[in-house]
């Protein structure tokens, strides 16, 4: 099966189950969302998810390449094209 041939809510289920929901972006906590947020808040790179309660479950600390890289991506999206706290 190819994944391109389903549709994008298929896909992230596909997703979910080989890999886990913190690859799903979008989902609050997910690898991605903890490096944007990192970002936005000033705060240093250091790749994790969950820890921000909900479902998102205890803060798991990564360091395995395909999370780290997933992580990062989110982090350098914000950097380049996303918003800083405005802590005035």
């Not at 994944?3 to 690898?31: D, S």
């Not at 798991?60 to 395909?66: G, L």
Request: aromatic share 14%; hydrophobic share 25%; glycine share 14%.
């Amino acid at each position: 099966m190819y994944i391109a041939m389903l549709e994008p809510t298929e896909q992230e289920k596909v997703v979910r189950a080989l890999k886990g929901w913190q690859f799903v972006r979008g989902t609050h906590g997910c690898l991605y969302d903890r490096g944007s947020a990192d970002s936005y808040y000033g705060r240093p790179r250091n790749p994790h998810y969950g820890g921000v309660g909900g479902e998102s479950g205890p803060r798991v600390e990564v360091s395995d390449k395909e999370s780290v890289a997933e992580y990062m991506a989110g982090y350098d999206w914000n950097e380049r094209y996303g918003d800083k706290k405005d802590w005035r």
